[in-house]
Protein backbone atom coordinates (compact mmCIF):
# COMPACT_ATOMS: atom_id res chain seq x y z
CA UNK A 1 0.00 0.00 0.00
CA UNK A 2 2.79 2.56 1.00
CA UNK A 3 6.45 2.85 -0.14
CA UNK A 4 7.68 4.16 2.71
CA UNK A 5 6.53 5.27 6.41
CA UNK A 6 6.54 9.42 4.89
CA UNK A 7 4.05 8.11 2.67
CA UNK A 8 1.83 7.15 5.10
CA UNK A 9 1.96 10.18 7.18
CA UNK A 10 0.94 12.72 4.19
CA UNK A 11 -1.80 10.40 3.51
CA UNK A 12 -2.94 10.77 7.24
CA UNK A 13 -2.22 14.36 7.28
CA UNK A 14 -4.54 14.49 3.60
CA UNK A 15 -7.71 12.65 5.44
CA UNK A 16 -7.60 14.89 8.84
CA UNK A 17 -8.05 17.79 6.61
CA UNK A 18 -10.43 16.42 4.58
CA UNK A 19 -14.48 17.61 5.36
CA UNK A 20 -16.29 15.30 6.21
CA UNK A 21 -13.84 13.11 7.29
CA UNK A 22 -13.16 9.67 5.67
CA UNK A 23 -14.84 6.59 7.52
CA UNK A 24 -13.25 4.79 10.44
CA UNK A 25 -12.32 1.88 8.06
CA UNK A 26 -10.05 4.12 6.17
CA UNK A 27 -8.65 5.33 8.98
CA UNK A 28 -8.09 1.75 10.36
CA UNK A 29 -6.41 0.73 6.53
CA UNK A 30 -3.86 3.28 7.10
CA UNK A 31 -3.57 2.51 10.82
CA UNK A 32 -2.98 -1.20 9.66
CA UNK A 33 -0.88 -0.63 7.22
CA UNK A 34 1.87 1.46 9.47
CA UNK A 35 1.69 -1.18 11.32
CA UNK A 36 2.26 -3.95 8.81
CA UNK A 37 5.89 -1.88 8.08
CA UNK A 38 6.19 -2.32 11.79
CA UNK A 39 6.48 1.54 12.45
CA UNK A 40 4.73 0.50 16.26
CA UNK A 41 4.96 3.56 17.73
CA UNK A 42 4.12 5.27 14.89
CA UNK A 43 0.55 3.35 14.90
CA UNK A 44 0.18 4.23 18.31
CA UNK A 45 0.93 8.56 18.19
CA UNK A 46 -1.77 8.50 14.87
CA UNK A 47 -4.38 6.48 16.97
CA UNK A 48 -3.76 9.53 19.69
CA UNK A 49 -4.13 12.29 16.64
CA UNK A 50 -6.95 10.37 16.08
CA UNK A 51 -8.70 11.15 19.79
CA UNK A 52 -7.46 14.49 19.30
CA UNK A 53 -9.28 15.97 16.35
CA UNK A 54 -12.65 13.34 17.81
CA UNK A 55 -11.97 10.71 14.99
CA UNK A 56 -14.92 7.63 15.67
CA UNK A 57 -13.42 4.42 16.69
CA UNK A 58 -14.18 0.94 16.51
CA UNK A 59 -12.61 -2.32 18.13
CA UNK A 60 -11.19 -2.49 14.54
CA UNK A 61 -9.00 0.60 15.81
CA UNK A 62 -8.35 -0.29 19.35
CA UNK A 63 -7.15 -3.86 18.32
CA UNK A 64 -4.93 -2.71 15.90
CA UNK A 65 -3.50 -0.55 18.32
CA UNK A 66 -3.71 -3.08 21.08
CA UNK A 67 -1.30 -5.18 18.40
CA UNK A 68 0.80 -2.14 18.19
CA UNK A 69 1.62 -1.55 22.10
CA UNK A 70 1.63 -5.67 22.63
CA UNK A 71 4.86 -5.76 19.65
CA UNK A 72 6.66 -3.36 21.74
CA UNK A 73 6.06 -5.07 24.78
CA UNK A 74 4.24 -2.72 25.92
CA UNK A 75 0.88 -4.73 27.07
CA UNK A 76 0.07 -2.40 29.74
CA UNK A 77 -0.58 0.29 27.42
CA UNK A 78 -2.60 -2.30 25.23
CA UNK A 79 -4.86 -2.74 28.26
CA UNK A 80 -4.75 0.94 28.43
CA UNK A 81 -6.54 1.25 25.11
CA UNK A 82 -8.81 -1.37 25.81
CA UNK A 83 -10.46 0.73 28.98
CA UNK A 84 -10.16 3.96 26.32
CA UNK A 85 -12.48 1.56 23.78
CA UNK A 86 -14.39 0.76 26.64
CA UNK A 87 -15.40 4.05 28.42
CA UNK A 88 -16.17 5.09 24.24
CA UNK A 89 -18.83 1.85 23.87
CA UNK A 90 -16.25 0.24 21.41
CA UNK A 91 -16.32 -3.44 22.83
CA UNK A 92 -13.80 -5.69 22.33
CA UNK A 93 -13.86 -9.17 20.50
CA UNK A 94 -12.24 -12.36 20.28
CA UNK A 95 -9.14 -10.62 18.36
CA UNK A 96 -8.41 -8.12 20.88
CA UNK A 97 -8.21 -10.50 23.58
CA UNK A 98 -6.15 -12.84 21.48
CA UNK A 99 -3.69 -9.43 20.57
CA UNK A 100 -3.45 -8.79 24.67
CA UNK A 101 -2.79 -12.61 25.39
CA UNK A 102 0.03 -12.89 22.82
CA UNK A 103 1.32 -9.48 23.90
CA UNK A 104 1.49 -11.10 27.52
CA UNK A 105 3.42 -14.46 26.38
CA UNK A 106 5.77 -11.88 23.85
CA UNK A 107 6.26 -10.48 27.69
CA UNK A 108 6.94 -13.94 29.29
CA UNK A 109 3.80 -13.19 31.37
CA UNK A 110 2.48 -16.74 30.73
CA UNK A 111 0.58 -16.75 34.26
CA UNK A 112 -1.18 -13.52 33.76
CA UNK A 113 -2.33 -14.90 30.43
CA UNK A 114 -3.58 -17.65 32.12
CA UNK A 115 -5.79 -15.84 34.46
CA UNK A 116 -7.25 -13.81 31.40
CA UNK A 117 -7.79 -16.46 29.10
CA UNK A 118 -9.67 -18.03 32.41
CA UNK A 119 -11.68 -15.24 33.25
CA UNK A 120 -12.83 -15.14 29.83
CA UNK A 121 -14.14 -18.57 29.98
CA UNK A 122 -15.57 -18.51 32.97
CA UNK A 123 -17.48 -15.29 32.79
CA UNK A 124 -18.67 -16.67 29.16
CA UNK A 125 -18.15 -13.00 27.60
CA UNK A 126 -17.46 -15.06 24.14
CA UNK A 127 -16.66 -18.19 22.66
CA UNK A 128 -12.82 -18.66 21.80
CA UNK A 129 -11.67 -19.30 18.54
CA UNK A 130 -9.02 -21.26 17.25
CA UNK A 131 -6.62 -18.50 16.76
CA UNK A 132 -7.43 -17.96 20.39
CA UNK A 133 -6.53 -21.21 21.46
CA UNK A 134 -3.77 -21.48 19.54
CA UNK A 135 -2.35 -18.04 20.97
CA UNK A 136 -2.49 -19.92 24.50
CA UNK A 137 -1.02 -23.07 23.59
CA UNK A 138 1.83 -21.21 21.69
CA UNK A 139 2.52 -19.43 24.87
CA UNK A 140 1.98 -22.87 27.32
CA UNK A 141 4.64 -24.56 24.60
CA UNK A 142 7.14 -21.93 24.91
CA UNK A 143 7.59 -22.28 28.50
CA UNK A 144 7.71 -26.18 28.10
CA UNK A 145 4.21 -26.66 29.70
CA UNK A 146 2.91 -29.14 27.73
CA UNK A 147 0.57 -31.00 29.95
CA UNK A 148 -1.71 -27.78 29.88
CA UNK A 149 -1.49 -27.25 26.48
CA UNK A 150 -2.53 -30.73 25.72
CA UNK A 151 -5.08 -30.08 28.40
CA UNK A 152 -5.81 -27.16 26.47
CA UNK A 153 -6.17 -29.21 22.98
CA UNK A 154 -8.96 -31.06 24.52
CA UNK A 155 -10.94 -27.95 26.34
CA UNK A 156 -11.10 -27.34 22.85
CA UNK A 157 -12.44 -30.62 21.41
CA UNK A 158 -14.90 -30.57 24.31
CA UNK A 159 -16.47 -26.93 23.37
CA UNK A 160 -16.47 -27.23 19.86
CA UNK A 161 -13.49 -25.53 18.69
CA UNK A 162 -12.09 -27.70 16.02
CA UNK A 163 -7.95 -27.75 16.17
CA UNK A 164 -6.19 -27.13 13.18
CA UNK A 165 -2.78 -28.15 12.00
CA UNK A 166 -0.93 -25.16 14.00
CA UNK A 167 -2.73 -26.39 17.26
CA UNK A 168 -1.43 -29.93 16.98
CA UNK A 169 2.13 -28.96 15.85
CA UNK A 170 2.98 -26.18 17.67
CA UNK A 171 2.23 -29.30 20.87
CA UNK A 172 4.38 -31.58 18.56
CA UNK A 173 7.38 -29.44 17.98
CA UNK A 174 7.22 -28.88 21.96
CA UNK A 175 7.16 -32.20 22.80
CA UNK A 176 9.90 -32.64 20.61
CA UNK A 177 12.29 -30.03 21.56
CA UNK A 178 12.13 -31.85 25.35
CA UNK A 179 12.75 -35.15 23.94
CA UNK A 180 9.45 -36.47 24.52
CA UNK A 181 9.69 -37.40 20.81
CA UNK A 182 6.66 -41.18 21.11
CA UNK A 183 4.11 -38.72 23.21
CA UNK A 184 4.68 -36.27 19.74
CA UNK A 185 3.98 -38.97 17.50
CA UNK A 186 1.24 -40.42 19.00
CA UNK A 187 -0.32 -36.93 18.85
CA UNK A 188 0.86 -36.94 15.33
CA UNK A 189 -0.92 -39.89 14.53
CA UNK A 190 -4.24 -38.89 16.46
CA UNK A 191 -3.95 -35.95 14.08
CA UNK A 192 -4.08 -37.75 10.60
CA UNK A 193 -5.97 -40.46 11.50
CA UNK A 194 -8.54 -39.30 14.04
CA UNK A 195 -9.06 -35.57 13.19
CA UNK A 196 -8.64 -36.27 9.59
CA UNK A 197 -5.97 -32.86 10.28
CA UNK A 198 -3.58 -33.06 6.85
CA UNK A 199 0.09 -32.34 8.56
CA UNK A 200 2.36 -29.49 6.55
CA UNK A 201 6.11 -29.34 5.89
CA UNK A 202 6.45 -27.42 9.63
CA UNK A 203 4.91 -30.73 11.34
CA UNK A 204 7.20 -32.85 9.66
CA UNK A 205 10.27 -30.99 10.25
CA UNK A 206 9.82 -30.92 13.99
CA UNK A 207 9.11 -34.46 14.44
CA UNK A 208 11.97 -34.90 12.22
CA UNK A 209 14.21 -32.96 14.20
CA UNK A 210 12.85 -34.43 17.51
CA UNK A 211 14.35 -38.19 15.78
CA UNK A 212 17.41 -36.62 14.85
CA UNK A 213 18.23 -35.31 18.14
CA UNK A 214 17.35 -38.93 19.64
CA UNK A 215 19.88 -40.54 15.99
CA UNK A 216 16.38 -42.65 15.30
CA UNK A 217 17.04 -42.69 11.87
CA UNK A 218 15.21 -45.55 10.22
CA UNK A 219 12.12 -43.37 11.61
CA UNK A 220 13.92 -40.30 10.13
CA UNK A 221 14.18 -42.26 6.85
CA UNK A 222 10.13 -43.34 7.25
CA UNK A 223 9.23 -39.67 7.59
CA UNK A 224 10.79 -38.46 4.68
CA UNK A 225 9.16 -41.64 3.06
CA UNK A 226 5.76 -40.73 4.30
CA UNK A 227 6.15 -36.74 3.21
CA UNK A 228 7.09 -37.93 -0.59
CA UNK A 229 3.96 -40.06 -0.51
CA UNK A 230 2.03 -37.41 0.66
CA UNK A 231 3.78 -34.80 -1.52
CA UNK A 232 4.91 -32.47 0.48
CA UNK A 233 7.94 -31.03 -0.32
CA UNK A 234 11.13 -30.95 2.17
CA UNK A 235 11.98 -27.28 2.30
CA UNK A 236 15.34 -25.43 2.85
CA UNK A 237 14.77 -25.93 6.97
CA UNK A 238 14.11 -30.16 6.63
CA UNK A 239 17.48 -30.25 4.54
CA UNK A 240 19.21 -28.30 7.63
CA UNK A 241 18.03 -30.45 10.32
CA UNK A 242 19.57 -33.43 8.54
CA UNK A 243 22.74 -31.53 7.99
CA UNK A 244 22.82 -30.47 11.21
CA UNK A 245 22.02 -33.35 12.97
CA UNK A 246 24.28 -35.22 10.78
CA UNK A 247 27.23 -32.99 11.88
CA UNK A 248 26.79 -33.17 15.29
CA UNK A 249 27.18 -36.75 15.02
CA UNK A 250 30.46 -36.39 13.02
CA UNK A 251 29.04 -38.55 9.93
CA UNK A 252 30.15 -35.31 7.49
CA UNK A 253 29.86 -37.18 4.61
CA UNK A 254 26.43 -37.97 4.75
CA UNK A 255 25.69 -34.30 5.52
CA UNK A 256 27.63 -33.80 2.27
CA UNK A 257 25.07 -36.32 0.36
CA UNK A 258 22.06 -34.52 1.90
CA UNK A 259 23.58 -30.89 0.59
CA UNK A 260 24.10 -32.47 -3.11
CA UNK A 261 20.51 -34.50 -2.91
CA UNK A 262 19.45 -30.65 -1.70
CA UNK A 263 21.10 -28.98 -4.71
CA UNK A 264 19.68 -31.53 -7.21
CA UNK A 265 16.20 -30.76 -5.94
CA UNK A 266 16.74 -26.49 -6.85
CA UNK A 267 16.69 -26.37 -3.19
CA UNK A 268 19.71 -23.67 -2.47
CA UNK A 269 21.71 -24.28 0.86
CA UNK A 270 22.00 -21.26 3.20
CA UNK A 271 23.93 -19.88 5.85
CA UNK A 272 22.58 -22.47 8.29
CA UNK A 273 23.52 -25.30 5.94
CA UNK A 274 27.26 -24.46 5.58
CA UNK A 275 27.82 -23.50 9.34
CA UNK A 276 26.30 -26.70 10.56
CA UNK A 277 29.03 -28.31 7.83
CA UNK A 278 31.55 -26.39 9.26
CA UNK A 279 30.68 -27.43 12.43
CA UNK A 280 30.71 -30.65 11.44
CA UNK A 281 34.57 -30.49 10.20
CA UNK A 282 35.65 -28.54 13.37
CA UNK A 283 34.29 -31.60 15.52
CA UNK A 284 36.06 -33.54 13.78
CA UNK A 285 39.37 -31.29 14.23
CA UNK A 286 39.35 -31.33 10.15
CA UNK A 287 40.38 -27.84 10.21
CA UNK A 288 41.70 -27.59 6.61
CA UNK A 289 37.86 -28.77 5.29
CA UNK A 290 36.43 -26.42 7.65
CA UNK A 291 38.17 -23.03 6.28
CA UNK A 292 37.64 -24.75 2.94
CA UNK A 293 33.61 -24.50 3.48
CA UNK A 294 33.64 -21.23 4.80
CA UNK A 295 35.96 -20.08 1.76
CA UNK A 296 33.19 -21.28 -0.72
CA UNK A 297 30.16 -19.75 1.04
CA UNK A 298 30.22 -16.78 -0.83
CA UNK A 299 31.31 -18.06 -3.87
CA UNK A 300 27.95 -19.79 -3.50
CA UNK A 301 26.60 -16.22 -3.09
CA UNK A 302 25.55 -16.78 0.53
CA UNK A 303 26.88 -14.44 2.84
CA UNK A 304 28.70 -15.73 6.05
CA UNK A 305 26.71 -14.60 9.35
CA UNK A 306 28.20 -14.19 13.08
CA UNK A 307 27.51 -17.48 14.01
CA UNK A 308 29.36 -18.45 10.85
CA UNK A 309 32.50 -16.74 11.76
CA UNK A 310 31.75 -18.16 15.49
CA UNK A 311 31.24 -21.67 14.16
CA UNK A 312 34.60 -21.69 12.60
CA UNK A 313 36.36 -19.52 15.10
CA UNK A 314 35.62 -22.00 18.02
CA UNK A 315 36.86 -24.70 15.73
CA UNK A 316 40.18 -23.10 15.61
CA UNK A 317 40.08 -22.19 19.43
CA UNK A 318 39.20 -25.84 20.88
CA UNK A 319 42.11 -27.18 18.42
CA UNK A 320 44.49 -25.19 19.65
CA UNK A 321 45.05 -23.32 16.50
CA UNK A 322 44.98 -20.16 17.91
CA UNK A 323 46.93 -17.81 15.40
CA UNK A 324 44.35 -18.88 12.60
CA UNK A 325 41.89 -17.82 15.09
CA UNK A 326 43.18 -14.55 15.81
CA UNK A 327 43.53 -14.29 11.99
CA UNK A 328 40.16 -14.63 11.24
CA UNK A 329 38.71 -12.95 14.42
CA UNK A 330 40.51 -9.40 12.90
CA UNK A 331 39.22 -10.21 8.82
CA UNK A 332 36.18 -10.47 10.55
CA UNK A 333 36.51 -7.28 11.94
CA UNK A 334 37.96 -5.93 9.00
CA UNK A 335 35.00 -6.68 6.82
CA UNK A 336 32.76 -4.95 9.46
CA UNK A 337 30.85 -7.66 11.26
CA UNK A 338 30.91 -6.37 15.42
CA UNK A 339 32.15 -9.18 17.39
CA UNK A 340 29.61 -10.20 19.96
CA UNK A 341 29.64 -11.46 23.65
CA UNK A 342 30.21 -15.21 22.23
CA UNK A 343 32.59 -14.50 19.97
CA UNK A 344 34.86 -12.45 22.24
CA UNK A 345 34.38 -15.42 24.99
CA UNK A 346 34.96 -17.96 22.64
CA UNK A 347 38.67 -16.31 21.52
CA UNK A 348 38.85 -15.70 25.32
CA UNK A 349 39.17 -19.43 26.10
CA UNK A 350 40.91 -20.18 22.84
CA UNK A 351 43.89 -17.88 24.49
CA UNK A 352 43.80 -19.09 28.03
CA UNK A 353 43.42 -22.26 26.62
CA UNK A 354 47.30 -21.93 25.18
CA UNK A 355 48.52 -19.56 27.80
CA UNK A 356 48.26 -16.84 26.08
CA UNK A 357 47.08 -14.74 29.36
CA UNK A 358 48.21 -11.42 28.75
CA UNK A 359 46.85 -11.15 25.01
CA UNK A 360 43.51 -12.75 26.70
CA UNK A 361 43.45 -9.84 28.94
CA UNK A 362 43.89 -7.42 26.49
CA UNK A 363 41.29 -9.04 24.40
CA UNK A 364 38.88 -8.72 27.44
CA UNK A 365 39.66 -5.08 28.25
CA UNK A 366 39.17 -4.07 24.56
CA UNK A 367 35.75 -5.97 24.83
CA UNK A 368 34.58 -3.89 27.50
CA UNK A 369 36.00 -0.85 25.76
CA UNK A 370 33.62 -1.74 22.96
CA UNK A 371 30.81 -1.47 24.92
CA UNK A 372 30.22 -5.49 24.69
CA UNK A 373 28.91 -6.03 28.46
CA UNK A 374 30.50 -9.56 29.61
CA UNK A 375 28.35 -12.40 31.13
CA UNK A 376 28.45 -14.61 33.48
CA UNK A 377 29.77 -17.38 31.08
CA UNK A 378 32.60 -14.73 29.88
CA UNK A 379 33.90 -13.83 33.66
CA UNK A 380 33.44 -17.56 34.54
CA UNK A 381 35.84 -18.09 31.45
CA UNK A 382 38.04 -15.17 32.31
CA UNK A 383 38.72 -16.42 36.34
CA UNK A 384 39.18 -19.68 35.04
CA UNK A 385 41.42 -19.01 32.57
CA UNK A 386 43.75 -17.08 35.65
CA UNK A 387 43.29 -19.89 37.72
CA UNK A 388 44.48 -22.64 35.24
CA UNK A 389 47.79 -20.16 34.61
CA UNK A 390 48.66 -19.75 37.90
CA UNK A 391 47.46 -15.96 38.12
CA UNK A 392 45.36 -16.36 40.90
CA UNK A 393 45.82 -13.15 42.38
CA UNK A 394 44.74 -11.48 39.31
CA UNK A 395 41.78 -13.66 39.28
CA UNK A 396 40.57 -12.84 42.90
CA UNK A 397 41.45 -9.39 42.26
CA UNK A 398 38.70 -9.07 39.40
CA UNK A 399 36.14 -11.53 41.62
CA UNK A 400 36.59 -8.59 44.32
CA UNK A 401 36.28 -5.95 41.42
CA UNK A 402 32.93 -7.42 40.40
CA UNK A 403 31.19 -6.18 43.75
CA UNK A 404 28.27 -8.47 44.86
CA UNK A 405 26.52 -9.18 41.76
CA UNK A 406 25.43 -13.31 40.85
CA UNK A 407 28.68 -14.18 40.55
CA UNK A 408 29.91 -13.07 44.18
CA UNK A 409 26.89 -15.72 44.56
CA UNK A 410 27.99 -18.53 42.61
CA UNK A 411 28.99 -22.06 43.79
CA UNK A 412 30.87 -22.58 40.32
CA UNK A 413 32.90 -19.16 40.51
CA UNK A 414 33.83 -20.07 44.16
CA UNK A 415 34.88 -23.59 43.26
CA UNK A 416 37.36 -22.29 40.69
CA UNK A 417 38.74 -19.99 42.36
CA UNK A 418 39.15 -22.38 45.35
CA UNK A 419 40.43 -25.29 43.03
CA UNK A 420 42.76 -22.32 41.18
CA UNK A 421 44.62 -21.27 45.13
CA UNK A 422 44.68 -24.81 46.18
CA UNK A 423 46.68 -25.81 43.14
CA UNK A 424 48.84 -22.87 43.48
CA UNK A 425 50.04 -23.54 47.07
CA UNK A 426 47.40 -20.76 48.34
CA UNK A 427 45.39 -23.38 50.61
CA UNK A 428 45.57 -20.00 52.79
CA UNK A 429 43.48 -18.51 50.75
CA UNK A 430 41.31 -21.53 49.13
CA UNK A 431 40.36 -22.28 53.07
CA UNK A 432 38.80 -18.28 53.62
CA UNK A 433 37.02 -18.67 50.18
CA UNK A 434 35.97 -22.03 51.30
CA UNK A 435 34.62 -20.73 54.17
CA UNK A 436 33.03 -17.89 52.68
CA UNK A 437 30.74 -20.02 51.06
CA UNK A 438 29.10 -20.77 53.66
CA UNK A 439 28.56 -17.49 54.81
CA UNK A 440 27.02 -16.16 52.27
CA UNK A 441 24.60 -18.83 52.20
CA UNK A 442 25.44 -21.05 49.42
CA UNK A 443 25.15 -24.60 49.49
CA UNK A 444 28.21 -26.49 49.46
CA UNK A 445 27.99 -29.20 46.47
CA UNK A 446 30.63 -32.31 46.02
CA UNK A 447 32.79 -30.78 43.37
CA UNK A 448 34.03 -28.09 45.69
CA UNK A 449 34.22 -29.98 48.51
CA UNK A 450 36.36 -32.67 46.61
CA UNK A 451 38.58 -29.70 45.53
CA UNK A 452 39.22 -28.85 48.84
CA UNK A 453 39.82 -32.34 49.72
CA UNK A 454 42.48 -32.64 46.94
CA UNK A 455 44.09 -29.47 48.39
CA UNK A 456 44.27 -30.15 52.02
CA UNK A 457 46.18 -33.22 50.64
CA UNK A 458 47.99 -31.60 48.38
CA UNK A 459 49.38 -29.33 51.41
CA UNK A 460 49.97 -32.80 53.40
CA UNK A 461 47.04 -31.88 56.02
CA UNK A 462 45.36 -34.71 55.80
CA UNK A 463 43.84 -34.65 59.32
CA UNK A 464 41.80 -31.24 57.71
CA UNK A 465 40.64 -33.39 54.47
CA UNK A 466 40.00 -36.43 57.02
CA UNK A 467 37.84 -33.78 58.69
CA UNK A 468 35.89 -32.06 55.67
CA UNK A 469 35.24 -35.82 54.64
CA UNK A 470 33.24 -36.82 57.80
CA UNK A 471 31.58 -33.77 57.86
CA UNK A 472 30.04 -33.98 54.11
CA UNK A 473 27.51 -36.11 55.18
CA UNK A 474 25.91 -34.54 57.69
CA UNK A 475 25.99 -31.26 55.49
CA UNK A 476 23.94 -32.89 53.22
CA UNK A 477 26.00 -33.60 50.74
CA UNK A 478 27.04 -36.82 50.96
CA UNK A 479 30.64 -37.51 49.30
CA UNK A 480 30.48 -39.22 45.54
CA UNK A 481 33.16 -41.92 43.58
CA UNK A 482 35.31 -39.47 43.02
CA UNK A 483 35.60 -37.78 46.41
CA UNK A 484 36.73 -40.93 48.00
CA UNK A 485 39.04 -41.19 44.74
CA UNK A 486 40.43 -38.18 45.28
CA UNK A 487 41.00 -39.03 49.09
CA UNK A 488 42.17 -42.08 48.85
CA UNK A 489 45.38 -40.93 46.34
CA UNK A 490 45.91 -38.09 49.26
CA UNK A 491 45.97 -40.59 52.03
CA UNK A 492 48.53 -42.64 49.96
CA UNK A 493 50.78 -39.68 48.59
CA UNK A 494 50.78 -38.44 52.08
CA UNK A 495 52.30 -42.12 53.69
CA UNK A 496 49.06 -42.65 55.82
CA UNK A 497 48.48 -45.68 55.69
CA UNK A 498 46.68 -46.43 59.09
CA UNK A 499 43.63 -44.81 57.15
CA UNK A 500 43.19 -46.82 54.07
CA UNK A 501 41.57 -49.75 54.76
CA UNK A 502 38.65 -47.78 56.75
CA UNK A 503 38.52 -45.95 53.37
CA UNK A 504 38.75 -48.77 51.09
CA UNK A 505 35.18 -49.92 53.65
CA UNK A 506 33.66 -47.01 52.67
CA UNK A 507 34.43 -47.03 48.90
CA UNK A 508 32.69 -50.48 49.36
CA UNK A 509 30.04 -49.51 51.67
CA UNK A 510 28.56 -47.12 49.45
CA UNK A 511 29.21 -49.04 46.19
CA UNK A 512 31.69 -47.14 44.73
CA UNK A 513 34.49 -48.12 42.30
CA UNK A 514 38.47 -47.71 42.31
CA UNK A 515 39.62 -45.38 39.66
CA UNK A 516 42.85 -46.78 37.69
CA UNK A 517 45.35 -43.93 39.52
CA UNK A 518 44.07 -44.98 42.87
CA UNK A 519 44.41 -48.36 41.91
CA UNK A 520 47.91 -48.35 40.42
CA UNK A 521 48.98 -46.19 43.84
CA UNK A 522 47.31 -49.04 46.08
CA UNK A 523 49.57 -52.14 43.74
CA UNK A 524 52.54 -49.61 44.13
CA UNK A 525 52.41 -48.99 48.23
CA UNK A 526 51.42 -53.50 48.17
CA UNK A 527 54.72 -53.62 46.11
CA UNK A 528 56.57 -51.38 48.27
CA UNK A 529 54.92 -53.22 51.25
CA UNK A 530 53.57 -50.27 53.30
CA UNK A 531 50.48 -51.94 52.97
CA UNK A 532 49.41 -55.43 53.60
CA UNK A 533 48.81 -57.76 50.55
CA UNK A 534 45.83 -58.72 52.13
CA UNK A 535 43.98 -55.57 51.02
CA UNK A 536 44.32 -56.92 47.32
CA UNK A 537 41.17 -59.01 47.90
CA UNK A 538 38.86 -56.05 49.22
CA UNK A 539 40.56 -54.03 46.21
CA UNK A 540 39.48 -56.82 43.78
CA UNK A 541 36.00 -55.78 44.55
CA UNK A 542 36.51 -52.40 43.90
CA UNK A 543 37.61 -52.89 40.54
CA UNK A 544 34.90 -51.78 37.58
CA UNK A 545 33.77 -54.56 36.25
CA UNK A 546 35.65 -53.67 32.97
CA UNK A 547 38.83 -53.89 34.20
CA UNK A 548 38.31 -57.25 36.03
CA UNK A 549 40.21 -58.82 33.77
CA UNK A 550 42.78 -56.60 33.75
CA UNK A 551 46.30 -58.29 34.81
CA UNK A 552 46.50 -55.88 37.64
CA UNK A 553 46.45 -58.47 40.32
CA UNK A 554 50.29 -59.82 39.91
CA UNK A 555 52.63 -58.24 43.02
Sequence with gaps: MFENIDDALKLFDEMTQRQPLPSVVKFN????????????????ELFKQMNVIRIPVDVYTITIVINSCCQMYHTREGF?????????????????FSTLLNGLILEDKIIKAERLFKKLIKKELFEPDTIMYNTMIKGLCKFGINDTAIALLKLMDER??????????????????????????????????????QPNVVTYNSLIHGLCNLCRWDEVS??????????????????????????????????????????????????????????????RGEMSKAREVFDSVEIHGVVPNIITYS??????????????AMHLFHEMIKKDMKPDVITYTTMLQGLFRVGHCKDAYDLFNEMRAHNEIPDEYTYTIVLEGLCNNNQVE??????????????????????????????????????????????????????????????????????????????????????????????LQGILKNQQHDLVEMLLKEVEGRGFTLDATTVSLLLDHIKARYLDASLLKLIGKLVPKEGVDAPCFTV
Design 394 to 487: EALSLFHLMGDNKLNLDIVVYTILIDGASKGGKIDIARILFNEVSVKGLQLDVWTYNVMISGFCQEGLVGEAKKLFYTMETNGCPPDSVTCNVF
Design 29 to 44: QLLQAVTKMKHYSCSV
Design 311 to 324: SLLNGYCKNLKIED
Design 222 to 283: KMLQEMKEEKISPCVETYNILVDALCKEGMVEDANGVIKLMIQRGIDPDVVTYTSLIDGYCL
Design 160 to 197: GCKPDVVTYTTIIDSLCKVKMVDDALKLFKEMVFHKYI
Design 80 to 96: AVLGYGLKHAVLPNVWT
